[in-house]
């Protein structure tokens, strides 16, 4: 028995998110489904990073265990001769038995594409949000700056999260502007439910003028979600990167 681990990239806007689940195919599905037909065994794979519907990835991270012959390296493009073509492996290895995807030091990358012009492009409409009004990079990134560091993130996830703690670090959060394209980058060592949603449509208001850049500080002093903007539409975000330290 040996686990292999898969760097996994997919265009999310066909799928309800990655964890499998009643209403709806999944990618998680999609990969247990095509490696135990390769290897013939029953086959679950271990996420790393749970999106949800509609978000994209390039870089998320799975393991499974198997008896195979294949050699780790080799599964990427075993399985990307079998994959529909929205989802490809983009790295695989053999790791050690008791590496855990989830339960390892990481650090991860996301980031939250919106869309800045008078109207919607439709070759951008399924990677990105939309807004019209313009927006003031200045100001998101003053606001952005507040989010730096180790914080209670409470008012940027969403209910019903499972979690011990909503304390968080960020080590950095940009915000650039090329062409007609507003990008949010932001990279910590874990993300509560919609941080990254609720971060971006946040920042979405403080580019727009609809909220202060300093309010940012107090909404992570006042550990209320109502107090932070709207959870930004899923189709923007795509979780870019997951660096194991």
């Known amino acids: 028995m040996k686990r292999v681990k ?5 265009d999310g806007t066909n799928y309800h998110g990655w964890q499998v689940q009643d209403n709806g195919i999944t990618i998680e599905e999609v ?3 095509t490696i135990s037909e390769l290897v013939q065994e029953d086959i679950k794979v271990i996420g790393a990073s749970r999106t949800d519907a509609g978000v994209h990835a390039c870089g998320n991270v799975a393991v499974f265990d198997t008896e195979s012959r294949i050699p780790g390296d080799k599964f990427s493009f075993a399985l990307n001769q079998r994959l529909p073509e929205d989802i490809r492996i983009q790295e695989s290895c053999e790791v050690d038995a008791d590496f855990h995807p989830r339960y390892a030091d990481t650090v991860k990358t996301y980031e939250y594409n919106i869309l800045n012009r008078r109207f919607e492009l439709p070759t951008k409409r399924l990677y990105a949000a939309f807004c019209y009004y313009p927006m003031d990079i200045e ?4 606001a952005a700056a507040y989010l730096v560091g180790e914080h209670d993130f409470k008012s940027f996830c969403s209910a019903g999260a499972q979690v011990q703690t909503t304390v968080r670090t960020i080590y950095a959060v940009n915000v ?3 062409d007609d394209m507003v990008h949010i980058r932001i990279t910590g060592n874990g993300f509560l439910y ?6 971006a449509g ?6 727009t003028g609809l909220m202060e850049p300093e309010q940012v500080k ?3 002093e006042a ?5 932070a903007g709207p959870t930004a539409v899923a189709k923007g975000l795509t979780l870019v990167e997951i660096r194991y330290e």
């Open 202 to 207: 946040t920042l979405m208001q403080v580019g």
């Open 223 to 227: 550990r209320d979600r109502s107090k």
């Open 139 to 142: 100001r998101m990134n003053q």
């Open 31 to 33: 990969l247990n489904r």
């Open 218 to 220: 107090e909404i992570l």
């Open 6 to 10: 898969l760097v996994v990239a997919y």
């Open 176 to 178: 650039t502007k090329a």
């Open 194 to 199: 919609n941080m990254v949603r609720i971060i």
